[in-house]
């Protein structure tokens, strides 16, 4: 066995499992596994409660100004086994997978000095190499060297489907139509956008699950970095 450690980039359209399958596959292989959607989620909400937000419409001289006033923070959480949000010290976890923040985030997220320090951020975190990082442009831009990239994609209405089971799961009061819109709507900016935009790199291999249960995809995952440490 090949004990290099890899970087693995993962990347592909809003709510298609990316998150799930890169935690499972991070513990697997002992690797550390980086969200990077939560970083521009944790950016979003600091807007919104500054009032540096509203109706799409970002006051992007004030977040400028403000930027260094945003302290991220990842914490592991022994009962959930696996790491929560931080905001300026405070747990946000739950609140930053809200629709609320769903429906700012790909504003904020096409911002070019809110993604520079993100993506400093998620380079510094993944230093020591053994890393597993999803998000829209992490084979593209963050690792365009990363030893293995997949780009995952699935149904709208599939992803819609399950995005609304989870938060409704949670007890938020959602509509199966209101996710459907939002997804489409992220999905267009993120790959509309000038900053980064959400593409397929052409070395990446695409995974389309909407047919596949949790399951399946972890174990074509886990066969992908076989092929990898096999040199195939
Ligand atoms: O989990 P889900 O796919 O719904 O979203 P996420 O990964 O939490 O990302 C939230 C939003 O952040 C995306 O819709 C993008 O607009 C933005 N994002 C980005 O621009 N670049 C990344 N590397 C990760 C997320």
Redesign the pocket.
Known sequence: MNSKKLTIAIDGH???G??TVAKQLAKKLHYTYI????M??LVTLFAMRNKLIENDVVNTAELANRLDDIKIDFRYNEAKQQADAYLNGELVEDEIRSLAV?NN??AI?TIKFVREKMVDLQRELSKSGGVVM?????GTV?FPNADLKIFMTADAEVRAER?FKELQAKGDSVTFEEILENVKK?DF??ENRDE?PLRKADDAIVLDNSNFTPAQQLEWLEQQVENIIAGK
């Open positions: 809003s709510s298609c990316k998150s969200d990077s959607g939560a521009y989620r769903s985030v790909s997220a999803d998000g829209r442009d992490i963050v995005r992220r900016i993120d980064s």
